[in-house]
């Protein structure tokens, strides 16, 4: 997320209650998890596990829970908890604000767009022209709708992340201030869900067709001109490159790639990245042709173990 102006490193602190590390006037632009930082931006690391990876990483600001010195270039905030403090300065910058209208009235609609009965539309959200939004979809702020996009009745865009940090007594919640943007002639079926991004975009590539029952995640890329079947599911922080179709009820784990053109067959598990041109089958994911090899072999089982007791 991107901060409306500038602010300095005592601002900041002040607002979290923090410890200065480095020069007070030192500048902050924004605010970022740590998969989507970039200079000018504030992160937060909570763990000597992850300290040498945010301290090397583009951010320039870091919530830290030690006291050293900070990077050349970086200033350090010292919190006794990062991660409550992160948070704070999230639902500083991105309050929620009560509606009792179905369309906010900041909400830009472009020509030639319609909405049936029952659309909520949220502030500051933004559609292009020539859309049409079936009856009892949900599209929370902040969202930007490119133009000629169809989404059908029931789905929701810009539902918060499903993140959070173990507690002793449960979990935190890491609060949710990115964006979902949804580029020219998609189209989006019933009762989907897509994740905004926790501080950054979720993004759905132009001329990508969605199914109906589909999940994706927060921060998760799309290319253009995907194709995916019903019930898949993607997790957050994927990206997934131009023209790959994922057939139905294909699992997506969590920070990995899926390279373009890839075909992924019904009720396949991606574990880990996939290079693209292939097809893959199977849980975990493989080229097809290997995968299907091994479940010939698989039943061939009792007879080699009949043959071997002879």
């Not at 580029?183 to 590539?205: A, F, L, P």
């Amino acid at each position: 997320m991107i901060f409306p102006h500038t602010y300095s490193l005592k601002e900041i602190a002040d607002i979290i209650n923090g410890k200065i590390i480095g020069d007070a006037n030192f500048q902050v632009t924004g605010i970022n998890e740590i998969h989507k930082v970039t200079p000018g931006d504030i992160t937060f690391v909570d763990h000597p596990k992850y300290y040498k990876k945010a301290l090397n990483s583009a951010a320039t600001t870091i919530i830290i829970n030690k006291e050293m010195e900070p990077p050349e270039g970086k200033a350090l905030i010292f919190s006794e908890d990062p991660f409550v403090a992160y948070n704070h300065l999230v639902a500083y910058f991105s309050k929620f604000e009560k509606t009792n209208q179905m369309v906010h009235p900041d909400a830009e609609i472009g020509e030639g767009t319609h909405l049936q009965p029952g659309v909520f539309i949220g502030k500051s959200v933004k559609i292009g022209k020539n859309c049409l939004i079936h009856a009892n979809v949900t599209i929370n702020a902040p969202a930007i709708i490119g133009n000629n996009v169809i989404i059908h009745s029931g789905t929701v865009i810009g539902g918060d992340a499903f993140y959070y940090q173990k507690r002793d007594n449960g979990y935190n919640k890491m609060i949710s201030c990115g964006r979902v943007i949804i580029e020219d002639n998609v189209e989006i079926g019933t009762n989907c869900t897509i994740d905004k991004g926790v501080s950054g975009d979720t993004i759905i590539g132009k001329g990508t067709k969605l199914d109906n029952l589909i999940q994706i995640g927060h921060d998760t890329v799309i290319g253009k001109n995907c194709l995916f079947a019903s019930q898949v599911g993607v997790a957050g922080t994927v990206t997934v490159e131009d023209d790959v179709i994922l057939w139905g009820q294909v699992g997506v784990q969590k920070d990995l790639v899926i390279g373009k053109g890839a075909i992924v067959l019904g009720q396949s598990g991606i574990g880990k990245s996939l290079e693209g041109g292939k097809v893959y089958f199977g849980s975990p994911a493989k080229e097809a042709p290997e995968k299907m090899r091994e479940l010939v072999n698989i039943t061939r089982i009792p007879e080699i173990l009949e043959k071997l007791k002879k």
